[in-house]
């Protein structure tokens, strides 16, 4: 049985989308026009590989048809300069067999698209875009933000970049800090789509996780004494060593309380805590990413859910609160304390987070509320709220979850 294309086009899309835009960029010097071009070889792809089969090698064809779309881009123009002309005409001999993906012209993409050209919601957005592949509904979800506010703001961003003519390259090293914290938080998200996807059918998309975590490491090599650097490292390979249990053989989400330790990955939580150590090593005080690192220490370090020193996180989060203060920081704060101290005192925290209405919208509010709810003894109202959960979750693996958690709360 043949292939179905589309199912092909997405996974390859998935796993050698931001290696396609940075080789057109490299070749063409242009991020915004990369981008655009190889969103046009998707759409031929859909047609031809119906009606011809995938090809051999999928990232290479979608890269060669990306490149003869931005020549025929450059043609259609009035007049080329001269190094468009010469571009167009070196990118015209190419052939499939030219595509050779390299690492380093992801790493570089991400720091173009984190240019200080751009605002800082542009610069997340494009480089979640371009970078990690996401469709424009996931960032609107992981950002909390409208679906046509991300999407203008990729708009603008690729306009900015082709007015300002940015140019495809590793910003000089002096450079490097001054971009650091957007691209350190923009490969956060990436890793956190990766590790808790917030739309789709699958509860884990591990081929981000996995190339954020690989940037993350080339970013610590680049700058090796960043803590900020070292504490993102550390946050993703504690987190990445939960993936080995963090689904069934379904593919159905198991949540911490119920998962196999024996199944986390005990090189990962060795890296991660060596990372750890080497942040707090270079002396400058523990970010919001080594924070966040000390917090899955906690749990990694623990035999058991029962064990986990929750009096440890609560104080974690409470540092962390003070220096990345967010809604969602909050929210992990309440759940912190309903474990530490009981669910109480925790739901009127959660109450004080809605009434804020940063969250409104978000699964996160009502999906903690039916939690603590149903630890209360309140089935009724437990149940209304994991319903109402799952009804906002873009996720279906996790809505399964929270409907199953809503039929189980007792009457």
Same mark, same amino acid.
């Given at each position: 049985?043949s292939?179905?294309?589309t199912?092909?086009? $997405?996974?390859?899309?998935?796993?050698?989308?931001?290696?396609?835009?940075?080789?057109v960029?490299?070749?063409?010097?242009?991020?915004?026009l990369?981008?655009?071009?190889?969103?046009e070889?998707?759409?031929?792809?859909l047609g !031809?590989?119906?009606? /011809?089969g995938?090809?051999d /090698?999928?990232?290479?064809?979608?890269?060669?048809?990306?490149?003869r779309?931005?020549?025929?881009?450059?043609?259609?123009?009035?007049a080329l300069?001269?190094?468009?002309?010469?571009?167009? /005409?070196?990118?015209?001999?190419?052939t499939?067999?030219?595509w050779?993906?390299?690492?380093?012209?992801?790493?570089?993409?991400?720091?173009t698209?984190?240019?200080?050209?751009?605002s800082?919601e !542009?610069?997340?957005?494009?480089?979640?875009r371009?970078v990690?592949?996401l469709?424009?509904p996931?960032?609107?979800?992981?950002?909390?933000?409208?679906?046509?506010?991300?999407q203008?703001?990729?708009?603008?961003?690729?306009?900015?970049?082709?007015?300002?003519?940015?140019?495809?390259?590793?910003p000089?090293p002096?450079?490097?800090p #001054?971009?650091?914290?957007?691209?350190l938080?923009?490969v &956060?998200?990436?890793?956190t789509?990766? &590790?808790?996807?917030?739309s #789709? $059918?699958?509860?884990?998309?591990?081929?981000?996780?996995?190339?954020?975590?690989?940037?993350?490491?080339?970013?610590?090599?680049?700058m090796?004494?960043?803590?900020?650097?070292?504490?993102?490292?550390?946050l993703?390979?504690?987190?990445?060593?939960?993936?080995g249990?963090?689904?069934?053989a379904?593919?159905r989400?198991?949540?911490l /309380?119920?998962? $196999?330790? *024996?199944r986390?990955?005990?090189? %990962?939580?060795?890296? @991660?805590r060596?990372?750890?150590?080497?942040?707090?090593?270079?002396?400058?005080g523990?970010?919001?990413y080594?924070?966040?690192?000390?917090?899955?220490?906690? %749990?990694?370090?623990a035999?058991?859910?029962?064990?986990t020193?929750w009096?440890?996180?609560?104080?974690l &989060?409470?540092a962390?609160?003070?220096i990345?203060?967010?809604p969602v920081?909050?929210?992990n704060h309440?759940?912190a304390?309903?474990?530490?101290? #009981?669910?109480?005192?925790a739901?009127?925290?959660?109450?004080r987070i809605?009434?804020?209405?940063?969250?409104?919208? !978000?699964?996160?509010?009502?999906?903690v509320?039916?939690?603590?709810l149903?630890?209360? @003894?309140?089935?009724?109202?437990?149940?209304?709220?994991?319903?109402?959960?799952?009804?906002?979750?873009? *996720?279906?693996?996790?809505?399964?979850?929270?409907?199953?958690?809503?039929?189980?709360?007792?009457?």
């Open positions: 049985m292939a179905d294309p199912r092909v086009l $997405d996974a390859v899309w998935r796993m050698e989308g931001a290696r396609i835009v940075a080789s960029a490299r070749a063409t010097g242009d991020v915004a990369a981008e655009d071009v190889s969103q070889a998707i759409v031929e792809a !031809s590989w119906r009606e /011809n995938v090809p /090698n999928p990232g290479a064809w979608l890269t060669a048809v990306a490149k779309r931005a020549v025929d881009a450059w043609r259609r123009r009035s300069d001269e190094r468009h002309r010469a571009i167009a /005409n070196d990118l015209a001999e190419l499939d067999d030219a050779e993906p390299i690492d380093d012209d992801v790493l570089r993409l991400v720091f698209a984190c240019h200080p050209a751009l800082r !542009s610069q997340v957005a494009l480089t979640l371009v990690g592949g469709t424009t996931e960032i609107a979800r992981m950002l909390l933000v409208p679906v046509p506010t991300v203008a703001r990729i708009t603008r961003a690729k306009k900015t970049l082709h007015a300002a003519k940015v140019p495809f390259e590793t000089d002096g450079e490097w #001054g971009r650091l914290q957007t691209v938080s923009v &956060y998200l990436i890793f789509e990766g &590790y808790a996807a917030t #789709g $059918d699958r509860w884990v998309r591990a081929d981000l996780a996995v190339e954020a975590l690989r940037l993350g490491r080339m970013l610590t090599a680049l090796p004494r960043e803590p900020d650097a070292w504490g993102l490292v550390a993703m390979e504690l987190q990445a060593s939960r993936f249990a963090r689904t069934d379904t593919g989400p198991v949540l /309380n119920d998962q $196999d330790r *024996n986390w990955d005990r090189a %990962h939580i060795l890296r @991660g060596a990372a750890l150590a080497r942040a707090d090593a270079l002396g400058r523990r970010g919001s080594a924070l966040q690192a000390a917090i899955a220490e906690q %749990h990694a370090i035999g058991s859910f029962a064990d020193d009096d440890a996180i609560v104080v &989060y409470e962390l609160g003070r990345a203060p967010s920081v909050d929210l309440a759940v304390v309903s474990m530490a101290t #009981g669910p109480g005192t739901l009127t925290m959660v109450d809605a009434a804020g209405g940063a969250l409104r919208g !978000s699964h996160l509010i009502p999906s509320r039916g939690e603590l149903a630890r209360l @003894g309140r089935a009724e109202e437990a149940r209304a709220e994991l319903l109402a959960a799952a009804a906002l979750t873009g *996720n279906e693996r996790e809505a399964e979850v929270l409907r199953a958690k809503a039929a189980a709360v007792g009457g």
